[in-house]
């Protein structure tokens, strides 16, 4: 493959797509922490887990955009969504003027945030639902594995080269080893990962538990239910169709398929909040506040999650600037 690929953002995420693609024969560079740079530099970058164990060689490295060379077919945006505008921002000059950036990220507003700074013709993103750990230094595992990665556009139809890329694609990462679909509904399937996310996210958090015990308990699932149906509320007014008609029909799903199979995983904000970093609670639990305050409609819980998140990232923080997850 010709592709020239750059991963924005080499945590667990970027690392198990960097390492997938150049096993397929990408062109790959990955923009991440020294520290994991150098240990795949000297022992390559392993990968194990649900999709098997890999020991993937030949990447290019940068820590910083200052190394970075030459022009991008594509950039896959894997950053923390706090990150997405600084990040998109810096990588945008190494992206071909003819080349795609994908946002693969949690929460709400990250594709617009990338139209804004590459042009619309030039931004996709993707409903990303597997689950990665970084567990050493060059060592990613996946842990969790949902549905196939999504990828489409916002409005698909404006600019047919978009979405030529877009199922470019999503069978260039399928057949890497990446399960990976195009998808025309792509808001849609963004705001049904937010339905998860708000609902496990935060509250597995709080509790310190994984997912699996969340529903376990009558409680946590009457507030976790709540935030689902605030989630409706406000995809609704936003003129969003999900593929579900009400929450009811939702949790039903929710509880019977999309919790057992991910029934042991900590969520990533729980993993921010132990390492003392920042969370994504703003992308959201807190965009659907925010969202929510736009058109004129109360969301108490997802508002009290997003609080009690932010009190605990301050107290956690004790002053100290957070490094760029990258």
């Not at 996709?124 to 594995?145: D, K, S």
């Not at 199979?261 to 132990?274: G, N, P």
């Not at 969301?299 to 609080?307: A, I, K, Q, Y």
Request: net charge negative; hydrophobic share 45%; aromatic share 6%.
């Amino acid at each position: 493959m010709a592709d020239r690929v750059l991963i924005a953002g080499t945590g667990a995420l970027g690392s198990v797509l960097g390492a997938f693609l150049r096993r397929a024969g990408c062109d790959v560079t990955l923009l991440g922490r020294p520290s994991h740079l150098d240990a795949i530099a000297r022992n390559g970058l392993v990968i194990d887990g649900l999709w098997g164990e890999h020991r993937v060689h030949g990447f290019r490295a940068a820590s910083s955009t200052a190394e970075l060379s030459g022009m991008f077919d594509t950039i896959l945006l894997t950053v923390k969504s706090y990150d997405t505008r600084a990040t998109a921002g810096a990588v945008a000059p190494f992206l071909a003027p003819d080349g795609v950036m994908i946002s693969l990220q949690n929460g709400l507003g990250n594709v617009e945030t990338v139209e804004a700074i590459v042009g619309a013709e030039r931004a996709l993103g993707a409903r990303v639902i597997f689950g990665a750990l970084l567990l050493t230094p060059g060592h990613a595992r996946v842990t969790v594995f949902a549905d196939p990665t999504a990828i489409g556009s916002r409005r698909p139809g404006h600019y047919p080269r978009r979405d030529a890329l877009a199922r470019h694609w999503a069978t260039v990462l399928d057949r890497a080893g990446v399960p990976a679909v195009y998808t025309e509904e792509l808001p849609a399937m963004l705001w049904a990962k937010v339905l998860y996310n708000a609902a496990l996210n935060p509250l597995g958090a709080l509790l310190g538990v994984h997912y699996g015990a969340l529903a376990e308990h009558a409680d946590s699932r009457a507030i976790m239910d709540a935030a689902i149906a605030e989630v409706f509320h406000v995809a609704a007014a936003e003129r969003v169709t999900l593929p579900w008609a009400g929450p009811a029909i939702y949790c039903e799903e929710f509880y019977r398929r999309l919790v057992p199979v991910t029934f042991d995983h900590r969520s990533s904000m729980l993993q921010d909040l132990e390492r003392g970093r920042p969370t994504e609670i703003d992308a959201i639990n807190g965009e659907v506040w925010r969202r929510g305050q736009l058109h004129g409609i109360v969301t108490p819980v997802n508002e009290t999650l997003t609080r009690l998140i932010h009190l605990i990232e301050s107290q956690r923080a004790n002053g100290k600037d957070q490094e760029p997850e990258v």
